[in-house]
């Protein structure tokens, strides 16, 4: 706010023209800088509150071993890290929490575009249709998991019903209680449940693309295949980006869907990062274990954070 | 040889015409304007031509070949769209090598086919640059090259200069005239600016509400106008129309306004008797001098001119030019006259047909031309 002195002279180190420049504000500048500071302090205090605090409250508690119904702890430095570094569990579940991420976002894109180009086009019930298809994004997810729990019952599920009635299967499958099939599904789950927030994202950006590059490129000689490719793409890949680090975070700390259908069975199978921190903290009663892990998987998605940030900079550059 | 022909074009969306019976030949190398004002249907002809629309009824060929059923990309056109259209995530050398990359000429070909290009159009110092680091006149260039690169039988602009300022919209102009001449190539383009029009054009294609009205080269656009229509549209000021009606004595013609009448002389065989309209540019009056009592109303001083706007007796107004170093003030008294050789007739309604049998001229009076008569009232 204080920088918005103007001219180049306050962006520049030299701390003598920076006092001169200060000095230079009017009375009216003063008054609006000033302004500027009430004006976001709400935000500020807020942001302190529920981001700052608790990031720091969760930093400290990983350096502590602490049992949490009494929240009584002693230090221990870093050793919460050092275990975790060591134990397969940590690495079991991170694997599995990147094949989940990479699976059900994959499918998500690729289904989320699939369909935003159907609904763009001008088909019968068109409004219709983009209402229903965000239906799955909308309804609760303990809803949809127990939906679909039900619909892969292996003694009762309708999956394996009209799977066996086709002939395609002469024994029902084992859709949750086995692996692979129990990472497949909840993949499966996941890109349902998600992919109408990309359809809807997607479908946004279609929506303004000049009709008239589409027309330059069919005078050019580009067919169908080559549009997509030489001018749809291309304008969706800004959007695109954005969605794929947006859902990548929000795909990596998923916990509700994957904890109501398989629970992180069978065995650790499906056991992502969130649900180790869940079960550290409240079934092996460890805060400071569970803070460790939700430290690190802070540190993972920092990384995505980066590239994404580093992305929309050189983009503006 | 005709170039490209439409014959009986039909464009209809819905119950609306956009296009109705447009019959147009278009020889090889000509320059043409599509002129109108917006909705007239030039833009939807033009997109009929690039096969971006396909027409209701009718036959529309380039070349010897009939193209109805000829997709864009095979046609052997270019088109120039009024926004440009550039591939924003492509250089400018990517841009215009995209039309040759489609058809599959080689590599090394394209390179010195867009170099050829580019140098041309002095686009070569710009060849990396993204659409979007560009000037507008640049990118303007560049949709050129696109359009040049491959050197297409027919060029179709959509009011390619309407998104420059007026400065840069003068000199691309004399650019494409400069470009016309030395391609030789057929060129339709859609304006409805109508200096363009008539600067640019070898003949200009007057359309209004999906019709043509005119198909004419500029100066018999101008002097000539087949209907009252084109007479209001084409020239700045626009033509000053009354209407009044026809009277016949003996072959001769006169035009009664309230307030005047002129002497029209011999008009063509579609002259009848009773309501029609005479249109008088503004050089065709004489403000200073003359029969008509009037009252001015409004000067416009240009510089080299003065548009001024006289208020007749009974709440006319006509507009008429004179020199800059007399400057009448406004509600000053002045006399008027207007020069019946310039004068042009036309039958009643909007787009009245005109009457006249010849070309109106300053410099060679038609037959039409007599003395100005005496105020009636």
Redesign the interface.
């Known amino acids: 706010m204080l920088a918005a002195v103007g001219p180049p002279a306050a962006r520049r180190p030299d701390p003598q023209r920076y006092a001169m420049a200060k000095q230079q504000q009017t009375v009216l500048e003063r008054q609006y800088s000033r302004l500027g500071l009430l004006l976001i302090a709400p935000t500020v205090l807020v942001f302190c509150a529920v981001i700052a605090y608790p990031l720091v409250s969760a930093i400290y508690l990983s350096l502590f071993k602490i049992f949490t119904p009494t929240l009584e702890g002693t230090w221990v430095g870093l050793d919460n890290y050092r275990t975790l570094l060591v134990k397969g569990e940590f690495w079991t579940s991170l694997r599995a929490n990147l094949i989940w991420t990479v699976g059900t976002l994959t499918l998500q894109i690729i289904f989320g575009v699939g369909m935003a180009l159907v609904l763009h086009q001008n088909i019968w019930f068109r409004s219709l249709a983009r209402s229903l298809i965000l239906f799955p994004y909308f309804i609760s997810t303990v809803v949809a998991v127990l939906v679909w729990k039900w619909l892969f019952n292996d003694l009762y599920g309708i999956l394996n019903h009209l799977m066996i009635s086709a002939g395609l299967i002469d024994w029902p499958i084992d859709y949750l209680g086995t692996m692979p099939n129990a990472m497949i599904s909840v993949i499966l789950v996941g890109a349902w449940k998600y992919f109408p927030f990309v359809v809807i994202a997607v479908l946004a950006r279609l929506q303004s693309i000049?009709d008239?590059?589409y027309?330059?490129?069919?005078?050019?000689?580009?067919?169908p295949i080559?549009r997509f490719f030489?001018?749809t793409l291309?304008?969706l890949?800004e959007v695109l980006v954005v969605i794929i680090m947006l859902r990548a975070i929000w795909d990596f700390k998923e916990f509700d869907l994957i904890f109501l259908l398989t629970g992180g069975g069978p065995v650790t199978s499906t056991q992502t990062l969130p649900l180790v921190v869940y079960k550290e903290a409240f079934a092996l009663n460890q805060m400071g274990m569970a803070a460790a892990y939700a430290v690190i998987m802070m540190l993972i998605m920092l990384v995505f954070m980066i590239l994404y940030m580093r992305r929309t900079q050189r983009e503006d550059t | 040889m005709a170039d490209v022909v439409l014959s009986n074009v039909h464009k209809k969306f819905g119950t609306f015409t956009a296009v109705e019976d447009l019959n147009l030949d278009i020889q090889q190398g000509e320059f043409i304007s599509l002129l109108g004002p917006s909705g007239c249907g030039k833009t939807t002809t033009l997109r009929m031509l690039a096969g971006l629309e396909f027409p209701t009824s009718g036959e529309i060929r380039i070349g010897d070949r009939v193209v109805n059923d000829v997709p864009p990309g095979d046609r052997d056109i270019a088109m120039v769209f009024q926004s440009y259209a550039l591939y924003p995530h492509m250089s400018v050398g990517q841009n215009i090598a995209y039309p040759l990359k489609k058809r599959r000429v080689p590599k090394t070909e394209r390179a010195g086919m867009v170099a050829k290009t580019a140098e041309m159009l002095q686009l070569t110092p710009l060849l990396h640059r993204k659409p979007k680091e560009l000037s507008g006149g640049q990118q303007q260039r560049v949709a050129l090259g696109r359009a040049l690169v491959r050197d297409p039988k027919v060029f179709l602009l959509d009011e390619p200069l309407s998104n420059l300022d007026a400065k840069l919209r003068g000199y691309m102009r004399a650019e494409l005239i400069e470009l016309h001449q030395r391609l030789g190539r057929t060129m339709v383009y859609v304006t409805h600016d109508q200096l363009e029009a008539m600067t640019m054009s070898d003949r200009i294609a007057v359309m209004e509400g999906g019709k043509l009205q005119q198909f004419a080269p500029p100066q018999e656009v101008y002097r000539a106008p087949a209907n009252r229509f084109v007479a209001s549209f084409i020239g700045t000021p626009g033509m000053n129309i009354v209407d009044g009606s026809l009277h016949e004595d003996a072959g001769r013609w006169t035009f009664t306004a309230p307030g005047f009448s002129v002497d029209a002389g011999q008009l063509g065989p579609d002259a009848r008797p009773g309501p029609a309209a005479m249109g008088i540019r503004p050089e065709g009056l004489t403000i200073g001098s003359g029969p008509i009592q009037g009252i001015t109303q409004l000067v416009e001083q240009t510089g080299h001119e003065n548009i001024t706007v006289v208020r007749l007796e009974d709440g006319l107004r006509m507009t008429g030019r004179t020199a800059p170093d007399r400057l009448w003030r406004t509600g000053e008294p002045v006399q008027l006259s207007i020069d019946a050789r310039q004068a042009h007739f036309f039958a009643e309604g909007p787009t009245g047909k005109r009457l006249n049998r010849d070309v109106c001229t300053m410099d060679a009076p038609g037959s039409n031309g007599t003395s100005l008569k005496e105020a009636t009232s």
């Open positions: 000049p008239q590059l027309e330059a490129a069919r005078i050019d000689g580009a067919g080559a030489d001018v291309p304008q890949r």
